[in-house]
T-cell receptor, first 117, second 115 residues
Framework: AQKITQTQPGMFVQEKEAVTLDCTYDTSDPSYGLFWYKQPSSGEMIFLIYQGSYDQQNATEGRYSLNFQKARKSANLVISASQLGDSAMYFCAMRETGTSGTYKYIFGTGTRLKVLA | DSGVTQTPKHLITATGQRVTLRCSPRSGDLSVYWYQQSLDQGLQFLIQYYNGEERAKGNILERFSAQQFPDLHSELNLSSLELGDSALYFC??????????????FGPGTRLTVL
């Protein structure tokens, strides 16, 4: 079974509109972390936002917010007021505690977002 | 700038050759992770080191090996290269110690082209 599922291979959004990128996860680790990364066409992986499993409030970073619904095991990324520069691939990732006592990171397959002018 | 450095940025080589990719983690980070990203593919986890020791292995081929040195930089060695090894290879680092808040930061990647 997939531990991180991103069901939207591609999405379009109009400039200045908000968009939600979906991510669901599966873990039995009570202490986990959820992340979103952006990969523009230039290739680098840019850390966007983090949500800890025990965090009571949804994480926000500027125009990015993470809609964390623990019971549903979902961690959707919301981008408000989309900009042309937001066009990129977006990866959802989860951090679990590995059997070696250090962390293990699992990535989804990504969602390609295209912002339309 | 994530603070993770990778060299070289681009590498073009021929089939059958051997190459070494280098990564310097962020200051203070003890964990280094290597990933492979083929064209239009997701990230494939290869291997993880923590403070010089191998801690986890993913889909790493036997032709590939890695190590982390006492100064915490890491090298990924790819040998007997095949056309299918052409990919973007990322290094990422994190503080790495379980029980603490840990975030993984990525280097800019090394783009390997095997001709």
């Amino acid at each position: 079974a997939q531990k991180i599922t991103q069901t939207q291979p591609g999405m379009f959004v109009q400039e200045k509109e908000a968009v939600t990128l979906d991510c669901t996860y599966d873990t039995s680790d009570p202490s986990y972390g959820l992340f979103w990364y952006k990969q523009p066409s230039s290739g680098e992986m840019i850390f966007l936002i983090y949500q800890g499993s025990y965090d009571q409030q949804n994480a926000t970073e500027g125009r990015y917010s993470l809609n964390f619904q623990k019971a549903r095991k979902s961690a959707n990324l919301v981008i408000s007021a989309s900009q042309l520069g937001d066009s990129a691939m977006y990866f959802c990732a989860m951090r679990e505690t590995g059997t070696s006592g250090t962390y293990k990171y699992i990535f989804g397959t990504g969602t390609r977002l295209k912002v339309l002018a | 700038d994530s603070g993770v450095t990778q060299t070289p940025k681009h590498l073009i080589t021929a089939t059958g050759q051997r190459v070494t990719l280098r990564c310097s983690p962020r200051s203070g980070d003890l964990s280094v992770y290597w990933y492979q990203q083929s064209l239009d593919q997701g990230l494939q986890f290869l291997i993880q080191y923590y403070n010089g020791e191998e801690r986890a292995k993913g889909n790493i081929l036997e032709r590939f090996s890695a190590q982390q040195f006492p100064d915490l930089h890491s090298e990924l060695n790819l040998s007997s290269l095949e056309l299918g090894d052409s990919a973007l290879y990322f290094c990422a680092s994190s503080p790495g110690l379980a029980g603490h808040t840990d975030t993984q930061y990525f280097g800019p990647g090394t783009r390997l082209t095997v001709l």
